[in-house]
């Protein structure tokens, strides 16, 4: 006797954000890159559509990194010492999707670059640089206030993928994106209501949730992947019941975590297994982008998902 | 599916006459349904329905047992499909195929180095659950192999072979260990199912689809072979992702008995990480045993790292004993280190303290498992929290100082904590990788 499958059919689905404007359409990209689009749960091709797969976004500071480990210094040789050499070697021999620029160099203590030099820095990267770009602040609140503004600027039209807005912090972030066309990062501390909650003041602003990507802030590999994992779960059984809130697509900072943790740091292969099966097992969860640090764990989540979407 | 109250409620005498200490049988049945009253309440209750009542009540996912000694372990039993409902049960057993064409040597080398495969993180041990002898070469070599395994090894053996006759041979050389049998299909299924009856050994049936699968369980059953574990077949991760959902969707939600059993997923990759990342993806989507075949200890401690994150209980994360720990050699001049009882703060702490070799003490505060930051937004690590627990952990009387090392999270507090526990407050670093750094200096 045939067995009678349990299909689920869900009302709704997660939003397309594309990121990367080309020359037609106001920009300067080679192309552009769409994430979202699923109406089902994750792999569940089956059940519904997966127009896109995950994308690989490889972090790139704007200054030499400082407390990379050797096992990153060496996958890049000497070109991680500058921005530009190495965001082209990441998209000529490692097949980036995306870059995600850190704006690390703007940091109180990692040379405090202001916001003009900022700016001229995000210019001269997208004249060298053709594919899309995520900006990201250096995680000093103040200091990105003043300097995300004056980089959504130098990128008007680019549309780009700006962030991070949190929650006591996103109405400047917010306002430059609205002017020049990007869309934005809404980080929530692992907590499925806050997440909600700044989706809903973001786009209260006017900024559309089709705009908006959710950073659910992830722990690595052994260090609170779980709960990243279960929120991103809960978020995904409520964007498809058809909570629009929270049908925006998510972005996940693999490299910056997994890199971090003791075990990565012992050994260069166990580091480079540690970011492959957080970035794995985050895409098991929703994860639409992933933001990665080695080019061999890159490779493999690549692998993985050119497996996964073979013929869908 | 489960029965209603109204479907209980047929099967009852429908006298409504009080014995069971309720008005009428249809609220006796409302109380079966909620599972508030045991059957054996109702004294009239026909021996047919109580067999309908008990089956119902039966695991929707059989529980089996692979193993007799003490690395043996539980698998199937889970109720939920997705963790945050309630949480997964039994942690996928991470097992190692073995090709009997290996020399001897070889063969005891991979036991050996599959015997230390075993890990401590955050206080708890991390190990690998089994060990499947698989057949290339004839059926001497097989019982040859399997004679090596049971020499060599303590953990639980499967033994994988297409040879009815050769897997009996092998299964009555290792009985008393009672290995998992691989497996019963269509063209074997009588003789592989005498066999499991015979020894009393769990089985693995093997289709190419649920479907398949699902005839052959039935047949299974029916002969009286009970443990079963499923397999689908070697298959394109997503394919097999699927079958891995469908199967755990019917058993929870259809009751489907026929896939109410754990399943098996054999990776089958050379390639270390790509064999982890499937591996990794059988583990968060529903595998009962997971068969790889590379021994790094890299690979399998990220792979069980991931099996302790995704079957760690979301309502109860790890915790340890909320008290003082000391670290090395203490004297009553050594600093001491407060963070909370979440033990992967404790543990990423301790790490660091013993890394540095400064004999210091941890003093844990109870925050019912949450980590330094959620545990200060829910005030289970603010000023009143630590000072208590500086009072109740004995600090005072074990050290001749009044220091405290707080983690710089939690710089805020400083002012609150000095006033209320009269400790000076020495703001330590955010992350506690700098903590050998910081402690150093401290001297
Ligand atoms: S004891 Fe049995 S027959 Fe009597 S009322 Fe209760 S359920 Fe009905």
């Known amino acids: 006797m045939e067995t009678q499958l349990v299909l689920e059919k869900w009302p709704g689905s997660i939003s397309v954000v594309t990121i990367g404007a080309k020359t037609a359409e106001g920009g300067s990209r080679s192309q552009t890159v769409q994430i979202g689009g699923q109406t089902a749960l994750p792999l569940m091709f089956k059940e519904g559509v997966m127009p896109n797969r995950p994308k690989i976004a490889f972090e790139i500071w704007d200054i030499a990194p400082v407390d990379f480990e050797q096992e990153l210094m060496t996958a890049y040789g000497r070109a991680i010492n500058d921005p530009f050499t190495w965001a082209q070697v990441c998209v000529d021999e490692f097949k980036a999707d995306l870059i995600c620029l850190k704006m690390q160099g703007t940091h109180p203590d990692f040379g405090d670059r202001s916001p003009q030099e900022a700016a001229k820095f995000v210019s001269k990267f997208l004249n060298q640089i053709k594919v899309p770009l995520i900006i990201t602040g250096s995680g000093d609140n103040a200091k990105d206030n003043l300097v995300l503004p004056a980089c959504s600027e130098a990128a008007k039209g680019e549309r780009c993928l700006i962030g991070s807005a949190v929650q006591d912090n996103y109405k400047t972030l917010v306002a430059s994106v609205l002017a020049d066309g990007h869309s934005i990062i809404a980080e929530s501390p692992i907590d499925i209501n806050i997440a909600k909650q700044l989706n809903i003041l973001i786009s209260d602003m006017g900024l559309s949730l089709e705009r908006i990507v959710i950073d659910p802030t992830i722990g690595a590999l052994g260090y609170g992947l779980e709960y990243a994992y279960s929120i991103m779960e809960r978020a995904r059984l409520a964007a498809l019941s058809g909570d629009k809130t929270l049908a925006c697509p998510f972005i996940c900072f693999v490299g910056q975590e997994a890199w971090r943790v003791k075990e990565a740091k012992a050994d260069g292969r166990q580091g480079i297994a540690w970011e492959t099966l957080t970035a794995t097992s985050l895409i098991q969860s929703g994860a639409d982008i992933l933001v990665m640090r080695h080019p061999k764990a890159a490779e493999n989540v690549l692998w993985y998902t050119d497996g996964l979407f073979r013929g869908q | ?443």
Not at chain 2, 229 to 257: F, M
Not at chain 2, 279 to 293: E, F, N, P, T
Request: glycine residues 6%.
């Open chain 2, 1 to 443: 599916m489960a029965l209603s109250g109204l479907d209980i409620y047929k099967l009852l005498p429908k006298t409504n006459c009080r014995q069971c200490g309720l008005a009428t049988c249809l609220a006796f049945a409302m109380q079966l349904a909620k599972k508030a009253l045991p059957i054996e309440k109702c004294p009239f209750v026909s021996a047919e329905a109580k067999d309908i009542l008990e089956a119902q009540a039966l695991p929707p996912i059989k529980p089996v047992i692979l193993g007799t000694n003490e690395f043996r372990f539980e698998l199937g039993n889970e109720t939920v499909m997705f963790r945050h409902e309630e949480k997964f049960r039994n942690p996928t057993g991470v097992g190692f195929i073995i090709d009997d064409s290996l020399t001897d040597d070889e063969i005891i080398l991979r036991l050996e180095k599959i015997n230390q495969l075993k890990f401590e993180r955050v206080g708890q041990l991390l190990a690998v659950n089994l060990v499947a002898l698989k057949q290339n070469a004839d059926g001497a070599r097989f019982l040859q192999a399997a004679a090596i395994l049971l020499k060599h090894t303590a953990l639980p053996l499967m033994l994988i072979s297409n040879d009815p006759a050769v897997l009996k041979q092998a299964a009555y050389l290792l009985k008393d260990r009672k290995p998992l049998l691989y497996s019963a299909n269509r063209q074997n299924l009588k003789s592989l199912g005498e066999l499991a009856k015979e020894l009393d050994l769990p089985l693995v049936v093997s289709g190419q689809n649920i479907d398949q699968v699902s005839q052959l369980t039935q047949e299974l059953n029916a002969c009286g072979v009970k443990d079963l574990i499923l397999d689908t077949g070697i298959k394109p991760l997503a394919d097999k992702i699927w079958d891995l959902t469908q199967i755990r969707r019917q058993a929870l939600k259809k009751l489907n008995r026929s896939l109410g059993y754990p399943v098996l997923a054999i990776v089958d990759q050379a390639d270390p990480y790509q064999e982890a990342m499937e591996a990794a993806a059988y583990i968060s989507k529903y595998a009962g045993i997971v068969l790889i075949k590379g021994l790094e200890a890299w690979e399998a401690l990220s792979i069980l790292t991931l099996r302790q994150n995704i079957y760690t209980d979301p309502q109860k994360p790890l915790q340890i004993d909320p008290k003082l720990y000391a670290i090395g050699t203490v004297n009553p001049s050594s600093p001491v280190l407060v963070t909370t009882n979440f033990s992967l703060s404790y543990y990423t702490v301790l790490g660091e303290v013993e890394s540095s070799k400064v004999p210091a003490y941890i003093l844990s505060v109870d925050t019912q498992g949450m980590s330094v930051l959620t545990a200060w937004a829910a005030e289970k690590f603010n000023a009143e929290a630590i000072t208590k627990a500086l009072t109740v952990s004995g600090v005072k009387e074990t050290v001749g100082h009044k220091n405290l090392v707080i983690p710089g999270y939690v710089a805020m507090i400083s002012g609150d904590l000095e006033d209320q526990s009269g400790f000076k407050i020495v703001v330590g670093p955010k992350e506690a990788a700098g903590l050998p750094a910081f402690l150093k200096n401290l001297h």
